[in-house]
């Protein structure tokens, strides 16, 4: 959610800022598109780590990625809760000065790390949640994963 809100108001600022602001939507959709490499970077690499382990240390390490990915959303709420009131300004406030300079390298260095972050939370969560279920619940996680997903956007 937090990625997703900080894509809509660089998007909503980029649309709305005039023909010169328009030109930073190359460098947000870049910046999407690279978090999203990212994301599945570090999902591949974890599905490559857990494959090499296995019994308790399996579990351990299981376990170890769920507690990390909710304390990641925890940290996240309290952070929005904090900052979610500037979160607007504090984004908006740089991409002024890009149009007068028309560097756009902000747009994507903002963008491909909320991006990364948020979809590699959600990669390690449920990669925890999906070793620790049997093989016959498999469809029943992807299409609530899917669904979640939609209804998150």
């Not at 090499?52 to 990625?65: K, N, V």
Request: overall charge neutral; cysteine-free.
């Amino acid at each position: 959610m937090e990625a997703l809100l900080i894509v809509g108001i660089l998007y909503g600022w980029i649309r709305h800022s005039g023909d010169v602001a328009r030109r930073g939507l190359p460098y947000l959709i870049g910046g999407v598109g690279f978090g999203l490499l990212l994301a599945i970077a570090v999902g591949a690499a974890l599905m490559g780590f857990g494959e090499l382990i296995a019994g308790d240390t399996q579990t351990y390490f299981q376990i170890t990625l769920v507690l990390s990915v909710a304390a990641l959303i925890v940290h996240m709420v309290f952070w929005m809760r904090k900052h979610g009131r500037t979160l607007r300004a504090s984004l908006l406030s740089p991409l002024e000065t890009n149009v007068s300079t028309r560097t756009w390298w902000g747009v994507f260095f903002l963008t491909a790390p909320a991006i990364a972050r948020e979809g590699s939370e959600m990669v390690v969560f449920l990669y925890g949640i999906g070793m620790g279920m049997h093989a016959d619940g498999t469809l029943e996680m992807n299409i609530a994963a899917a669904l979640g997903l939609a209804l998150g956007s």
